[in-house]
């Protein structure tokens, strides 16, 4: 199928989007659904967010690992991709500029938000990965000419997570910075592919300022 993603549903849950001070777009890990969604913006919910939270079709955003060819996930990516881009596009016609509206996933999620973020860069009101990266093996090109202009970033990240090596977060964080970003990494010793309490900390942290400012 060349357009996988084409027919999910979007759920929309939270604040009123038309009123909400941020919009924020959740994606979920490869085998995730909309409870586990819930219970992570459960954990760093703000009464004035607004959730958007697309499914992937069959659990999965994309079939391979990201350290693979991008050519081997490009359908499937590209597809999630123009998801993501419609999310965007919902809560834009609600009102909600790019600096309003913040990115969060986790796993395959965290990735596809990582990669709609650098291949459409503007000011958004944060981009939040939490056990991904972006796709392709190293030397992959990454020369994006769009500027994300001082978005605040977090990536997280276990050195022990056996799907991301901390390389792999590393490089996302030194594409991100050379678009303008303003990244904060942390690498948590001992972590598997998880989230822990201080990035559930940080994200709160990041969201709280965010609504403050809006």
């Known amino acids: 199928m060349r357009d996988p993603h084409k027919d999910q549903p979007i759920l929309v849950w939270g604040a009123p989007l038309a009123d909400a001070a941020v919009a924020l777009i959740v994606l979920h890990g490869r085998g995730g659904s909309m409870?586990?969604?819930?219970?992570?913006?459960?954990?760093?919910?703000?009464?004035?967010?607004?959730?958007?939270a697309p499914a992937a079709a069959g659990k999965t955003w994309f079939p391979y690992s990201l350290l693979e060819p991008l050519s081997r996930n490009r359908l499937s990516l590209d597809s999630a991709l123009r998801l993501l881009g419609r999310c965007v596009a919902q809560a834009s016609a609600a009102?909600?500029?790019?600096?309003?509206?913040?990115?969060?996933?986790f796993s395959q999620g965290a990735s596809v938000a990582l990669e709609y973020a650098v291949r459409n860069a503007r000011r958004y009101g944060a981009v939040i990965g939490l056990s991904g990266a972006l796709l392709g093996p190293e030397g992959t090109p990454r020369d994006?000419?769009?500027?994300?202009?001082?978005?605040?970033?977090?990536?997280?990240?276990?050195?022990?997570?056996?799907?991301?090596?901390?390389?792999?977060?590393?490089?996302?964080?030194?594409?991100?910075?050379?678009?303008?970003?303003?990244?904060?990494e942390r690498i948590y010793p001992g972590l598997g592919h998880a989230i822990n309490d201080d990035e559930k900390q940080a994200v709160r942290t990041m969201l709280e300022a965010l609504t403050r400012a809006a």
Not at 157 to 178: N, T, W
């Open 144 to 184: 994006y000419e769009s500027s994300l202009t001082g978005t605040p970033v977090f990536l997280g990240s276990g050195d022990s997570d056996p799907h991301i090596p901390k390389r792999r977060v590393d490089e996302a964080r030194a594409v991100l910075e050379r678009q303008g970003a303003q990244v904060t």
């Open 95 to 105: 009102g909600r500029p790019a600096e309003r509206i913040a990115l969060l996933g």
């Open 35 to 52: 409870d586990d969604v819930r219970a992570l913006v459960n954990d760093v919910g703000n009464p004035r967010l607004a959730y958007l």
